[in-house]
Structure formats: structure tokens, C-alpha cells
């Protein structure tokens, strides 16, 4: 280098055969570590364009939680029905997507009296035709004691094709279904259950058993409906029959 400056020769630049010329930085001045300043934003989120999100209010939740509700009783209503249609064949029932229907789904009315373990059949008889049956067990969900009315009525669509009705307690042996074979003989059995019938406490429950000694050939397209009452006395019960 010394013999360079003493030649005159200046070190701003060194060549390269190739004609490429390369910078000879001057490193003396750089401080030893680099320095970097951040300064902390003062201004708000909101002010320089950044939304904030915020907490839902009780009156939000609310509403949030009354949408969800109806769009799952809409789902259920929807599915109830594709399921009767399909167990129909087809057979579309208006009746699912009524209002009626929608409000029992989202604000069920208490009831009184209730059918569970409700199961139906075809009982072959002596002569060869067949006992339809509706049994289960009714439960007395009442503050009283009473004796119970089960009627039970088969519905294409909205028209009722057929109905019958017994009181609860009272069964009917195998023997005796068998050996229906004539409307009198049905409803002579059907006398005989509602003798031993039986009073049903407050929280409790008794069987039940209806026949159908006349109904459709094919049960499969109808819709069964089971109404629960407390049982009238007889001259309230010939009023209602007159009515």
C-alpha cells in the first residue's frame, strides 16, 4: 500500500480484468453495532384502522340463542317429515308443517296424562282376520286419581278412516283375542277390559290395550293418534257421544 501512494496511485476503485469495477468501502466510520429505534405506537387500534372486537351484550346472546332454537325446530320439523313421508311411501302430510305442530316443538304444553311404550300390531285370529291392537301404559301426571279413557283413531291425512277406544287396566288374555271373529265379539270383549279397569294414582301408571276389530287392509299409509282423558260419568259421556 505505501508503495502504491507513493507511486500516486488512488485506491478508490480496484479493477478486474474482466472490466468489472468493485467498491472499496471505508469501514473506519460504521459503529461497531447497528442502531435501531422503534417507537411505540401510541394511538389506539381503532384510530389507525384496526377494527376491535368487542363482547357479545345480553340482548345479542338473547337473540342469538332464539334463532338457534327456531332453526333446530325447523330442522326437526322438516326431518319429522321426510321420515313420514318416507315410512308413507311418498304420501307427503301437510299437517307436520303447520303451526300447530311448530309451536308444540318449540313451547311443548304440558299434559295431564301421557302414553308411553305405545307399541301396534296385526293378532291373528281363529278365522283367519286379524285383530289390529294399540297397547302401552298411560301415566297420571295429574294432582287426582281417575280412571282413564285411552282413544285411539287411524288418520289419512287429516280424515279419520277409523277409531276405537278402552280403558286402562284392564288386558285381554291370548285366548280371547283369538277367539274374536265377529263385531259382537269384539265388542263383548271390549266390555269385559273396561269392567277391570283399574283408578290411576298421581304419578303412577296401568296398561291399555285397543282393538281394531275393523280397519284398513293396508296399515302401513295411516297415521295412529292416541288422545288420553280422564273417564266421564255416563251421563257426560252420552252427552259427549250426542255432541
Not at 313421508?85 to 308443517?97: F, H, P
Not at 309451536?103 to 285370529?125: F, Q
Request: hydrophobic letters at 40%; aromatic letters at 4%; zero cysteines.
Amino acid at each position: 500500500m505505501d508503495d502504491a501512494q507513493a507511486l500516486g496511485v488512488t485506491l478508490g476503485r480496484v479493477g478486474t480484468p474482466g472490466g468489472v469495477q468493485r467498491e472499496v468501502l471505508d469501514m473506519d466510520g460504521l459503529p461497531a453495532k447497528p442502531v435501531v429505534t422503534v417507537a411505540k405506537p401510541t394511538a389506539r387500534p381503532e384510530d389507525v384502522g384496526i377494527p376491535q372486537s368487542r363482547p357479545m351484550g345480553r340482548a345479542r346472546k338473547a337473540m342469538a340463542f332464539v334463532a338457534n332454537l327456531v332453526l333446530a325446530a325447523l330442522l326437526v320439523a322438516v326431518l319429522g317429515t321426510v321420515g313420514r313421508v318416507y315410512l308413507r311411501e311418498g304420501r307427503v302430510d301437510l299437517s307436520a308443517l303447520s303451526l300447530e305442530s311448530l309451536r308444540s316443538l318449540l313451547i311443548p304444553t304440558p299434559k295431564p296424562l301421557v302414553a308411553v311404550d305405545v307399541t301396534n300390531g296385526l293378532y291373528e285370529t281363529r278365522d283367519g282376520r286379524a285383530l289390529y291392537y294399540v297397547r302401552g301404559e298411560a301415566v297420571n301426571h295429574s294432582s287426582t286419581a281417575s280412571r282413564i279413557r285411552v282413544r285411539a283413531a287411524l288418520y289419512d291425512g287429516r280424515q279419520r278412516v277409523a277409531s276405537s277406544e278402552a280403558l286402562v287396566g284392564g288386558l285381554p288374555t291370548p285366548e280371547e283375542l283369538y277367539n274374536v271373529s265377529t263385531p259382537e265379539s269384539a265388542s263383548a270383549l271390549r266390555q269385559r277390559i273396561d269392567a277391570a279397569a283399574v283408578s290411576v294414582a298421581p304419578g303412577a301408571k296401568a296398561p291399555f290395550v285397543v282393538l281394531f276389530h275393523e280397519h284398513p287392509a293396508d296399515l302401513g299409509g295411516f297415521r295412529l293418534e292416541l288422545t288420553l282423558e280422564p273417564e266421564l260419568s255416563k251421563t257426560a259421556e252420552a252427552g259427549r257421544r250426542t255432541e
